[in-house]
Protein backbone atom coordinates (compact mmCIF):
# COMPACT_ATOMS: atom_id res chain seq x y z
CA UNK A 1 0.00 0.00 0.00
CA UNK A 2 0.44 3.96 -0.06
CA UNK A 3 3.08 4.71 2.58
CA UNK A 4 3.45 8.28 3.99
CA UNK A 5 6.68 9.63 6.47
CA UNK A 6 6.75 12.41 8.68
CA UNK A 7 9.93 13.47 10.48
CA UNK A 8 10.78 14.13 12.84
CA UNK A 9 8.11 11.76 15.20
CA UNK A 10 8.15 14.22 17.99
CA UNK A 11 10.18 17.45 18.92
CA UNK A 12 10.08 19.58 22.02
CA UNK A 13 11.39 23.15 21.62
CA UNK A 14 11.86 26.49 23.21
CA UNK A 15 8.82 29.21 23.20
CA UNK A 16 9.82 31.43 20.24
CA UNK A 17 11.03 29.32 17.77
CA UNK A 18 10.11 27.88 14.24
CA UNK A 19 9.70 24.22 14.11
CA UNK A 20 9.72 22.42 10.52
CA UNK A 21 8.38 18.98 9.95
CA UNK A 22 8.18 17.10 6.66
CA UNK A 23 5.69 15.19 5.00
CA UNK A 24 6.50 12.57 2.21
CA UNK A 25 5.04 9.97 0.26
CA UNK A 26 7.71 6.95 -0.41
CA UNK A 27 5.93 5.08 -3.27
CA UNK A 28 3.55 7.01 -5.11
CA UNK A 29 3.44 10.89 -6.25
CA UNK A 30 1.16 13.16 -4.00
CA UNK A 31 -0.64 15.61 -5.54
CA UNK A 32 -2.61 16.67 -3.01
CA UNK A 33 -1.28 16.96 0.42
CA UNK A 34 -3.35 17.68 3.95
CA UNK A 35 -1.97 19.06 7.66
CA UNK A 36 -4.56 18.13 10.27
CA UNK A 37 -3.81 18.69 14.18
CA UNK A 38 -5.34 16.77 16.54
CA UNK A 39 -5.87 17.67 20.66
CA UNK A 40 -5.52 14.70 23.05
CA UNK A 41 -8.53 12.58 22.54
CA UNK A 42 -10.12 14.64 20.21
CA UNK A 43 -11.00 14.45 16.40
CA UNK A 44 -8.87 15.60 13.39
CA UNK A 45 -9.00 19.00 12.28
CA UNK A 46 -7.97 19.71 9.32
CA UNK A 47 -5.93 22.92 9.01
CA UNK A 48 -4.61 23.20 5.23
CA UNK A 49 -4.92 21.58 1.93
CA UNK A 50 -1.79 21.67 -0.20
CA UNK A 51 -1.26 21.33 -4.20
CA UNK A 52 2.15 20.50 -5.50
CA UNK A 53 3.61 24.18 -7.03
CA UNK A 54 0.70 26.14 -5.73
CA UNK A 55 -0.20 28.25 -2.56
CA UNK A 56 -2.02 26.65 0.55
CA UNK A 57 -5.65 26.65 0.76
CA UNK A 58 -6.18 27.31 4.87
CA UNK A 59 -9.14 26.43 6.99
CA UNK A 60 -11.12 29.17 8.54
CA UNK A 61 -9.19 30.48 12.44
CA UNK A 62 -5.98 29.00 10.92
CA UNK A 63 -3.21 31.60 10.98
CA UNK A 64 -1.30 30.89 7.29
CA UNK A 65 1.52 33.49 8.47
CA UNK A 66 2.30 30.89 11.84
CA UNK A 67 1.85 27.66 9.82
CA UNK A 68 3.40 28.11 6.45
CA UNK A 69 2.91 24.90 4.30
CA UNK A 70 5.39 24.29 1.65
CA UNK A 71 4.61 21.66 -1.13
CA UNK A 72 7.25 21.94 -3.52
CA UNK A 73 7.81 18.41 -5.33
CA UNK A 74 5.22 15.95 -5.64
CA UNK A 75 6.70 13.72 -2.50
CA UNK A 76 7.23 16.34 -0.17
CA UNK A 77 4.97 18.71 2.37
CA UNK A 78 6.49 20.86 4.88
CA UNK A 79 4.70 22.26 7.81
CA UNK A 80 6.66 25.16 9.45
CA UNK A 81 5.61 26.35 12.31
CA UNK A 82 6.68 29.81 13.21
CA UNK A 83 7.74 31.54 16.59
CA UNK A 84 5.63 28.36 18.06
CA UNK A 85 4.33 28.74 21.57
CA UNK A 86 2.82 26.69 24.09
CA UNK A 87 -0.67 26.17 22.84
CA UNK A 88 0.70 25.23 20.06
CA UNK A 89 2.16 21.97 21.49
CA UNK A 90 -0.34 19.54 19.52
CA UNK A 91 -0.40 16.48 17.60
CA UNK A 92 0.10 17.07 13.75
CA UNK A 93 -0.61 14.49 11.07
CA UNK A 94 -0.24 14.70 7.37
CA UNK A 95 -1.83 13.08 4.67
CA UNK A 96 -1.59 12.59 1.38
CA UNK A 97 -3.58 11.22 -1.62
CA UNK A 98 -2.72 11.33 -5.69
CA UNK A 99 -1.18 9.09 -8.07
CA UNK A 100 -2.36 5.29 -9.38
CA UNK A 101 -1.72 4.09 -5.84
CA UNK A 102 -4.00 6.14 -3.67
CA UNK A 103 -6.94 7.02 -5.95
CA UNK A 104 -10.01 7.96 -3.66
CA UNK A 105 -7.97 7.85 -0.82
CA UNK A 106 -5.92 9.37 1.80
CA UNK A 107 -3.07 7.91 3.18
CA UNK A 108 -1.38 9.07 6.58
CA UNK A 109 1.55 9.81 8.01
CA UNK A 110 2.35 8.11 11.51
CA UNK A 111 2.07 12.04 12.92
CA UNK A 112 4.37 14.48 14.50
CA UNK A 113 3.99 15.27 18.43
CA UNK A 114 5.14 19.01 19.26
CA UNK A 115 5.86 19.98 22.43
CA UNK A 116 6.31 23.43 23.30
CA UNK A 117 7.97 24.46 26.52
CA UNK B 1 -22.48 20.69 4.48
CA UNK B 2 -21.14 17.32 4.88
CA UNK B 3 -20.74 15.71 8.82
CA UNK B 4 -20.26 12.11 9.94
CA UNK B 5 -21.58 11.17 13.10
CA UNK B 6 -20.21 8.35 15.18
CA UNK B 7 -21.48 6.83 18.37
CA UNK B 8 -19.91 8.60 21.36
CA UNK B 9 -17.43 5.77 23.12
CA UNK B 10 -15.72 4.70 24.98
CA UNK B 11 -16.64 1.43 24.42
CA UNK B 12 -15.48 -1.65 26.65
CA UNK B 13 -15.77 -4.79 25.47
CA UNK B 14 -14.75 -8.42 26.53
CA UNK B 15 -12.37 -10.39 24.71
CA UNK B 16 -14.09 -12.16 21.74
CA UNK B 17 -17.26 -10.29 22.02
CA UNK B 18 -19.11 -8.82 19.29
CA UNK B 19 -18.63 -4.78 18.26
CA UNK B 20 -20.21 -2.68 16.36
CA UNK B 21 -19.36 0.88 16.13
CA UNK B 22 -22.57 3.05 14.80
CA UNK B 23 -21.89 5.83 11.90
CA UNK B 24 -23.94 7.72 10.10
CA UNK B 25 -23.23 10.89 7.82
CA UNK B 26 -25.30 13.37 5.51
CA UNK B 27 -23.40 14.45 2.24
CA UNK B 28 -24.70 15.95 -1.15
CA UNK B 29 -23.84 13.70 -3.63
CA UNK B 30 -22.03 10.07 -3.70
CA UNK B 31 -19.46 10.05 -1.45
CA UNK B 32 -16.62 7.52 -0.50
CA UNK B 33 -17.16 6.20 3.26
CA UNK B 34 -13.77 4.91 5.23
CA UNK B 35 -13.26 3.60 8.79
CA UNK B 36 -9.77 4.74 9.84
CA UNK B 37 -7.98 3.08 13.62
CA UNK B 38 -5.88 5.01 14.99
CA UNK B 39 -3.60 2.99 17.88
CA UNK B 40 -2.09 5.44 21.27
CA UNK B 41 0.82 7.06 19.87
CA UNK B 42 0.01 6.67 16.32
CA UNK B 43 -1.17 8.12 12.96
CA UNK B 44 -4.12 7.23 11.49
CA UNK B 45 -4.64 4.13 9.03
CA UNK B 46 -6.99 3.48 6.75
CA UNK B 47 -9.18 0.60 8.31
CA UNK B 48 -11.51 -0.12 4.90
CA UNK B 49 -13.33 1.70 2.98
CA UNK B 50 -16.70 1.57 0.05
CA UNK B 51 -16.98 4.13 -3.00
CA UNK B 52 -20.47 3.16 -3.63
CA UNK B 53 -24.03 2.11 -2.31
CA UNK B 54 -24.06 -1.57 -1.32
CA UNK B 55 -20.24 -2.00 -1.43
CA UNK B 56 -18.84 -3.73 1.32
CA UNK B 57 -15.74 -3.02 2.95
CA UNK B 58 -13.55 -5.73 4.53
CA UNK B 59 -10.02 -6.20 6.67
CA UNK B 60 -9.06 -8.02 9.78
CA UNK B 61 -12.22 -9.24 10.36
CA UNK B 62 -13.75 -5.66 10.40
CA UNK B 63 -16.36 -4.92 7.85
CA UNK B 64 -18.89 -1.75 6.88
CA UNK B 65 -22.08 -2.22 4.50
CA UNK B 66 -22.36 1.11 2.61
CA UNK B 67 -25.97 1.53 3.00
CA UNK B 68 -27.37 4.54 1.33
CA UNK B 69 -31.18 4.33 2.22
CA UNK B 70 -30.04 4.46 5.82
CA UNK B 71 -27.06 6.92 5.22
CA UNK B 72 -24.93 4.72 7.50
CA UNK B 73 -21.84 2.88 7.29
CA UNK B 74 -21.50 0.60 10.95
CA UNK B 75 -18.32 -1.00 11.61
CA UNK B 76 -18.74 -4.63 12.87
CA UNK B 77 -16.48 -7.53 14.08
CA UNK B 78 -17.64 -10.99 15.18
CA UNK B 79 -14.98 -11.47 17.75
CA UNK B 80 -12.71 -8.62 19.04
CA UNK B 81 -8.99 -9.01 20.51
CA UNK B 82 -7.30 -6.98 23.00
CA UNK B 83 -5.02 -5.72 20.13
CA UNK B 84 -8.20 -3.78 18.92
CA UNK B 85 -7.95 -1.19 21.55
CA UNK B 86 -7.67 2.08 19.63
CA UNK B 87 -9.68 4.69 18.28
CA UNK B 88 -12.02 4.74 15.46
CA UNK B 89 -12.58 6.94 12.99
CA UNK B 90 -15.56 6.90 10.27
CA UNK B 91 -15.07 9.56 7.40
CA UNK B 92 -16.58 10.65 4.19
CA UNK B 93 -15.31 11.79 0.74
CA UNK B 94 -11.30 11.52 -0.32
CA UNK B 95 -9.21 11.53 -2.90
CA UNK B 96 -8.45 15.17 -3.59
CA UNK B 97 -11.05 16.81 -1.46
CA UNK B 98 -10.38 17.16 2.89
CA UNK B 99 -11.95 13.97 4.63
CA UNK B 100 -14.69 14.85 6.80
CA UNK B 101 -14.24 12.76 9.94
CA UNK B 102 -16.92 11.84 12.84
CA UNK B 103 -15.33 12.39 16.47
CA UNK B 104 -14.07 8.80 16.94
CA UNK B 105 -14.23 6.15 19.11
CA UNK B 106 -12.51 4.90 21.02
CA UNK B 107 -12.87 1.07 21.55
CA UNK B 108 -10.88 -1.03 25.19
CA UNK B 109 -10.75 -4.58 24.89
CA UNK B 110 -9.94 -6.49 27.79
CA UNK B 111 -8.84 -9.69 28.26
Known amino acids: GAVVSQHPSWVICKSGTSVKIECRSL??????MFWYRQFPKQSLMLMAT?????????EQGVEKDKFLINHASLTLSTLTVTSAHPEDSSFYIC?????????????FGPGTRLLVL | GDSVTQMEGPVTLSEEACLTI???????????LFWYVQYPGEGLQLLLK?????DKGSNKGFEATYRKETTSFHLEKGSVQVSDSAVYFC??????????FGKGTRLSVIA
Open chain 1, 27 to 32: DFQATT
Open chain 1, 95 to 107: SASGGRMAVETQY
Open chain 2, 91 to 100: ALSGGNTPLV
Open chain 2, 22 to 32: NCTYTATGYPS
Open chain 2, 50 to 54: ATKAD
Open chain 1, 50 to 58: SNEGSKATY
